[in-house]
């Protein structure tokens, strides 16, 4: 079993930053391919970003290119995200998630073994 826990999140006026951590204990996120996805209220869980088990690749949804940024750190097995220039439609309640080595591409992930309870990121305009 593996264990996700974020942190980070918070309230930001539009244009500000915020870094989200994902804390994993149980598997080595050196395994996984490990993604954020997120959920604003009345909306569908949408894939956002993730980097590959090798952290050679990364994948983007498009609105957020050039803005977010994920990476890891295998020796802490842990996980960020770190968001600029944020908009009011960042607004959601952010996931780390682990994946299946090779599960995952720039439409996001075919499956997800382990979610984390999540963290809400509150752009406010």
């Known amino acids: ?10 309230l930001v006026q539009a244009g500000g930053s915020l870094n989200l951590s994902c804390a ?3 598997r080595a996120v050196s395994a ?7 959920q604003a209220p009345g909306k569908e869980r949408e894939f956002v970003i993730v980097i590959k088990w090798s952290g050679v690749k990364t994948f983007y ?14 020796a802490k097995n842990e996980v960020y995200l770190q968001m600029n220039s944020l908009k009011p439609e960042d607004t959601a309640v952010y996931y780390c998630a682990a994946a299946p080595p090779g599960y ?7 499956s997800v073994d382990y ?9 406010s305009s």
């Open 1 to 10: 079993q593996m264990q996700l826990a974020e942190s980070g999140g918070g």
């Open 24 to 26: 994993a204990s149980g």
């Open 32 to 38: 996984y391919d490990m993604g954020w996805f997120r």
């Open 61 to 74: 949804k498009d609105s957020v290119k050039g803005r977010f940024t994920i990476s890891k750190d295998n």
């Open 104 to 110: 995952c591409n720039d439409d996001g992930c075919f």
């Open 115 to 123: 979610w984390g309870q999540g963290t809400q990121v509150t752009v």
